[in-house]
């Protein structure tokens, strides 16, 4: 019943600028940690940035300071603003959410978006 809604993605030159965004709908109790991950042909997925519930944030070394996460609790939704763009950048983005269904289950749980292309071309 928990669903992630990525948006966003797409096709830009080096230097651009993309926003991704993620909402989570369904049965949700709570989350916790919301993220970005990214996945390129042949390689593993990769944590690009991660946020708690509280804001507290952290980034892969290779874009921080060009990509900035944020969420909005309210909305249960996840942003990731990407700038300065490199080709190396090419991945599929997914959206990853902590969450806690019910009260009852106790524990939360990884949900995963179906992902988002991004292609930054030289």
Known sequence: QVQLMESGGGLVQAGGSLRLSCAASGTIFSINAMGWYRQAPGKQRDLVAGISS???????????????????????????????????????????AGVRVTFSSGAYRPYWGQGTQVTVSS
């Open 54 to 96: 509280a804001g507290s944030t952290n980034y892969a070394d290779s874009v921080k300071g060009r990509f900035t996460i944020s969420r909005d609790n309210a909305k249960n939704t996840v942003y990731l603003q990407m700038n300065s763009l490199k080709p190396e950048d090419t991945a599929v983005y997914y959206c990853n």
